[in-house]
């Protein structure tokens, strides 16, 4: 299936390639903007995504997806625990060379079919909103490591998007504010990296 500039798929993998490249310059060990994760911890988090996204299209079907991209991702913190522990085992292994996961799973994101449904930890849901999480997950972590890989910008324009559309299934009225906002600073605000202005300080993080 062909893919474009502006494709989520292409998107993702582009954003997994700028923090696969970062990868030589960044100290493992050094503080990562997560509290109590060094860069190595976010690292192993990454590691794994190419992996998941590979195992998650393999049941790709024609079902009737349960989840839309905003309740998928106000779902994350259900797992934050989950999440923790499986970040902290792959760092003690050494596993922060995103390159051979993401060569691995390269050709099966930029061929995946966009219609068709996932099941994942939380249910199912379209590939395309599949990729959409997966976009976010790694823009936004990209951005958590000390120093921070600065995102593609289509997938950055993906991730803002995707997190105004949490916020609209919680403060619909404020979606105007957020859409004011730089792109960056945004996704920063509505993950709880930055401090939120007001009126937005009392709806955010929408996710974390």
């Known amino acids: 299936m062909p893919t474009n500039e502006d494709d989520v798929r292409s998107a993702l993998i582009r954003q997994w390639e700028l923090i696969a490249a970062a990868l030589p310059h960044i100290d493992v060990a050094a503080p990562s903007r997560i509290g109590g994760w060094r860069n190595g911890e976010v690292l192993a988090h990454l590691y794994v995504q190419p992996h998941l996204v590979s195992r998650f299209l393999r049941t790709a079907s024609d079902g009737e997806p349960d989840l839309d991209v905003a309740e998928n991702l106000a779902g994350t913190r259900a797992f934050k625990d989950l999440i923790d522990s499986s970040a902290r085992e792959g760092a003690m292994l050494n596993k922060f060379d995103l390159a051979g996961p993401l060569g ?11 219609g068709k449904t996932v ?17 976010v997950e790694a823009v936004v972590h990209g951005g958590d490591l000390i120093d921070p890989v600065a995102p ?3 997938a950055e324009t993906i ?3 995707a997190l105004v559309d949490v916020l609209a299934a919680s403060a619909p009225d404020l979606v105007a504010e957020a859409r004011a906002l730089p792109r960056s600073y945004w996704i920063n605000v509505a993950t709880g990296r930055d401090v939120a202005p007001p ?7 929408v996710m974390s």
Do not use: F
């Open 119 to 135: 099941e994942t930890l939380q249910g199912s849901i379209t590939v395309e909103g599949y990729l959409v999480t997966r976009c």
């Open 152 to 154: 593609d910008s289509v």
């Open 104 to 114: 691995a799973a390269k050709a099966s994101v930029l061929n995946a079919d966009l």
């Open 199 to 205: 009126p937005l300080s009392g709806a955010t993080p």
């Open 159 to 161: 991730v803002a998007t």
